[in-house]
């Protein structure tokens, strides 16, 4: 079972930028993908971006160029660069691990992110 804390939520205003971990309880590389999602009010859990075992990144169509995915493999740590902030970013950001092709899948408990002046 792998574990999965997030941080580095809170509220910024538009235009700014925050950065998210993901700390996993076990080694990010014996874990297939690692990817953020995000849930707003009233919407449908979505993909934000995700990074692979092999370092290989993948980023939602209409957030590329504003967020970036990175991860540390000594701190098994993925993080989330969010720059540009837009209050539409407003939600609650979701870590999670696929540990293989098909899963199985486990979820962090979320770290909510607030776009407003």
């Known amino acids: 079972q792998v574990q999965l804390v997030e941080s580095g939520g809170g509220l910024v205003q538009p235009g700014g930028s925050l950065r998210l971990s993901c700390a996993t309880s076990t080694s990010i590389l014996s874990i297939r993908r690692v990817g953020w999602y995000r849930q707003a009010q009233g919407k449908q859990r979505e993909l934000v971006a995700a990074?692979?075992?092999?370092?290989?990144?993948n980023y939602a169509d209409s957030l590329k160029g504003r967020f970036t995915i990175s991860r540390d493999n000594a701190k098994n740590t993925v993080y989330l660069q969010m720059n540009s902030l837009r209050p539409e970013d407003t939600a609650d950001y979701y870590c999670n691990a696929r540990v293989g092709i098909f899963g199985p899948d486990y979820w962090g408990q979320g770290t909510q992110v607030t776009v407003s002046s």
């Open positions: 990074i692979t075992s092999g370092g290989i990144p």
